[in-house]
């Protein structure tokens, strides 16, 4: 008893799988996806298998209206069943079983398909398309906005409990870790949708931090400072990404703009100074003695 999306990015070549329901833990057997083969969603009366199975026949080169074909007849639950499957090729298919609850149907357009079942009204897949088709942002902001459609327009009619967003690379780098982009839950909460898109913006805001950690270790604390910066203009309140902010503009000798910054982190909370006092034997902080007596004696 879910709305879901299934989606191609047309640019990017991205998958992607969005979901909200009124149950517990929604992203544990709903969504499915994977680099370079496709994404897959499977709802109403779950049957899980659908998922994976529709996968590793789209893997095996079936269309994803033909996998959607061979899942179903082997399912004796398929009037039961709602499924929606998007492939590595844009091609996109869905299925609604005749006894999904009502409000229930889906829509399949150029490169997704969104599906819903146990809705308010009818009105909740039509506007999670028109969401998705008429964004402009990041692919996964786009998923999560026809998420935000969906309850627009009332959404599931028991209400709200979990999400879960997946994105994975349209093609596979044969590193499973960097295959998957994006991958965020809500199991349990008021407002998962709102909760989802507040998780995305964190995750972009530690995309730029991973991108900094990796310009420190390349020695290049100007592209460090450059992302951390980014980092938090996106999350201002987090003392972890200000921390690491302060850190590269101390290692640029710009030890009077970093100062202040490590007070306010500080008092807030002393084991940032503990930390501190570790870094330059790690090589992470390059600053003279006095520099770091400075750092030290903040707050």
Request: hydrophobic letters at 45%.
């Amino acid at each position: 008893m879910t709305y879901s999306i299934v989606a191609r990015d047309s640019e990017t070549g991205q998958l992607g799988v969005a979901i909200q329901s009124h149950w517990f833990s929604v992203g544990s057997i709903v969504g499915w996806a994977e680099a370079g083969v496709g994404a897959a969603a499977t709802q109403a009366l779950v049957n899980p298998a659908l998922g994976p199975e529709g996968l590793e026949l789209l893997k095996a080169g079936k269309t994803p209206g033909e996998a959607l074909r061979i899942l179903l007849d082997a399912d004796a639950g398929r009037a039961l069943r709602q499924v929606g499957i998007v492939s590595a090729r844009g091609e996109a298919a869905a299925h609604t079983g005749a006894r999904c609850m009502a409000a229930a149907g889906h829509l399949v357009g150029d490169g997704f398909s969104v599906q819903a079942n146990m809705m308010l009204s009818d009105t909740v897949w039509p506007a999670m398309a028109e969401a998705f088709s008429a964004g402009r942002e990041p692919f996964a902001e786009r998923l999560v906005a026809a998420l935000e459609a969906a309850q627009a327009e009332g959404g599931d009619i028991r209400g709200q409990q979990s999400a879960a967003l997946v994105v994975v690379r349209g093609e596979t780098t044969g590193k499973p870790w960097d295959d998957r982009l994006v991958d965020l839950r809500v199991d349990d909460h008021p407002a998962p949708v709102e909760e989802l898109k507040r998780l995305l913006r964190v995750h972009r805001a530690y995309e730029h931090m991973n991108a900094g950690d990796q310009a420190l270790e390349a020695d290049d604390a100007k592209r460090a400072l450059q992302e951390y910066g980014a980092a938090e203009a996106l999350l201002p309140d987090s003392l972890e990404i200000r921390y690491w902010h302060a850190i590269s503009l101390a290692n640029l000798g710009r030890l009077d703009e970093a100062l202040p910054v490590f007070k306010s982190i500080f008092v807030q909370d002393a084991n940032w100074r503990t930390l501190t006092e570790r870094l330059p034997a790690a090589g992470i902080l390059s600053v003279d003695e006095a520099g770091l007596a400075a750092i030290l004696a903040q707050g």
